[in-house]
């Protein structure tokens, strides 16, 4: 398909590209041919304004309507064959079976919404009337959910499929009724236009004012601050970096109506190692721990990045096989780079950190590939130092040696929230397991026994979300069915006659 570099508004392609961006394959490490808009504040406020007018029949469409939109959004991503994974797979750098398999989460998130629709999973809460009742009758009560309005998602950079232009967000949000504007990552824009194509195939054979869905792109961060603040933006999902994220939080905040702001800003995914499964799986959990790390080069957000064990008999097998499992790692492509620079630069602060050793550097490759890299320090370093306890985004892990349990312990009232953490422990730990648990919940999202963090299941009990800076809003999820929420607000219709009903709240 041919790949115009413009943005989708309102159904139409539109945007002047002489003047924009150029997207970056970082499989080669150069500069592609094609060039892509930086949107105006004009086109900004048009794409805004078509989904407002989009909202007034959008959301009045029946629960299968929007299934089955979502569903037809899902056949055309996947008609769009091998030329998704190519581009994809030229400027994230990553391999086309991790692609292959990200397109199959995107398509199914999409149909685990449309099923739900179907299913009338999301009807609301039904109280009869009882006039018998003393002192006062009790009227006839119904909770129902409305969507927001016109919301916002920006694109994942280390997601271009699941977590980017019809990812996670962008599913949810279309089932609750919202109209969405989609901000792409700069590190993927053909890709976002390939995946907006086929979303504005389905908005016409299901007849939905093209309103409903536009892509925005552009370098410009003015761009971004315009569509946060615009009055007519009623809700905003962002992942990406604290430092960003932040700077978007703080320009809401400033807004004459509060509006909801879903980030996701990071997470180190801390691992506890109990003092009995270290001694008996020391070399077996270290390599686990590698190969979880090693996932994407660790630009997953749920990569582990803090280990935390007592420095017993067997820590120093443990150091040993993970040491030789990062040595022998190749080195590997970063999705820009500027997130490859981000990388070295974090690695040469940890390695100039007094009390922390670089036990393993990952094999030397190009220049533009990065190393894995495996640190070691103490509990008291690790504490006393805020930078170690902050997302290193890429392949490099901290091992905390902790005097004991108590240590590790304590390690936790440090932490800052986390999307995840796991406990990796045998029967004989339950005891100390049972009191690390009990604290820990309190610092994630997901808590995870003896599995590794990377991978996430898309299912009714999933929660991707977590305490700051895991998620700036710590009672959504991303992922999973409940995500749907982050897009509605409950609304009570109290003695209504059927017909002023929404359908679902009928009977």
């Not at 003047?19 to 970082?26: E, H, K, L, R, S």
Request: charged letters at 15%; hydrophobic letters at 45%; glycine letters at 8%.
């Amino acid at each position: 398909m041919t790949i115009s570099g413009r943005h989708l508004i309102a159904g139409q392609w539109l945007g002047e590209t002489k003047q924009g961006f150029v997207a970056f394959n970082a499989l080669e490490n150069k500069a592609m041919t094609n060039r892509f808009a930086d949107a105006t504040e004009q086109e900004v406020e048009q794409a805004i304004n078509a989904g407002q007018n989009a909202f007034k029949s959008y959301h009045q469409l029946s629960a299968d309507q929007r299934a089955k939109f979502l569903r037809a959004i899902g056949t055309e991503i996947e008609a769009l064959g091998e030329e998704l994974i190519s581009t994809a797979s030229a400027e994230t750098g990553l391999p086309a079976m991790r692609i292959q398999g990200e397109r199959g989460r995107t398509v199914g998130q999409l149909n685990l919404f449309a099923s739900l629709l179907e299913q009338g999973e999301y009807q609301g809460v039904i109280d009869l009337a009882d006039p018998s009742r003393s002192p006062l009758p009790k009227p006839d009560t119904r909770l129902g959910y409305l969507p927001l309005g016109v919301v916002a998602v920006f694109g994942a950079s280390n997601f271009p499929l699941a977590f980017s232009t019809a990812g996670g967000d962008t599913a949810s949000a279309l089932a609750a009724g919202c109209p969405v504007i989609m901000k792409a990552h700069t590190a993927h824009p053909a890709t976002a236009e390939l995946i907006a194509q086929a979303i504005l195939k389905a908005i016409l054979s299901c007849d939905i004012d093209p309103g409903v869905f536009a892509l925005i792109q552009g370098e410009n961060h003015a761009i971004s601050s315009q569509i946060v603040t615009h009055p007519l933006i009623k809700g905003v999902g962002f992942t990406g970096s604290e430092r960003v994220g932040m700077i978007l939080q703080q320009q809401i905040n400033q807004r004459p109506e509060p509006i909801p702001f879903y980030g996701e800003l990071g997470s180190i995914n801390p691992q506890f190692i109990m003092p009995h499964k270290l001694t008996h799986d020391a070399k077996t959990i270290a390599n686990e721990l590698v190969a979880s790390l090693m996932m994407g080069q660790g630009q997953f957000c749920t990569s582990p990045g803090v280990w935390l064990l007592p420095d017993n008999a067997q820590y120093q097998d443990f150091a040993a096989a993970a040491a030789q499992a990062v040595a022998q790692t190749e080195a590997g492509v970063m999705l820009t780079p500027a997130i490859a620079q981000a990388y070295k630069d974090g690695v040469a602060s940890w390695q100039s950190t007094a009390g922390v050793e670089l036990l393993a550097s990952g094999q030397a490759g190009a220049t533009h590939l990065c190393q894995a890299a495996l640190f070691s320090t103490d509990f008291a370093t690790f504490a006393a130092n805020p930078a170690l306890q902050t997302e290193l985004f890429g392949s490099a892990a901290l091992i905390v040696k902790c005097a004991d349990v108590n240590e590790m312990l304590q390690a936790i009232s440090v932490i800052k929230g986390n999307l995840t953490a796991s406990i990796h422990a045998l029967p004989d730990d339950l005891d100390d397991a049972k009191i690390i648990a009990n604290n820990l919940v309190h610092k994630v999202g997901r808590l995870i026994y003896n599995q590794m963090p990377t991978g996430v299941e898309v299912c009714a009990s999933m929660n991707h979300g977590g305490p700051f800076p895991a998620s700036t809003n710590i009672r959504s999820t991303s992922v999973g069915s409940e995500a749907i929420k982050r897009w509605q607000r409950p609304i009570c219709y109290q003695n209504m006659p059927s017909e002023l009903l929404p359908t679902l709240l009928q009977g």
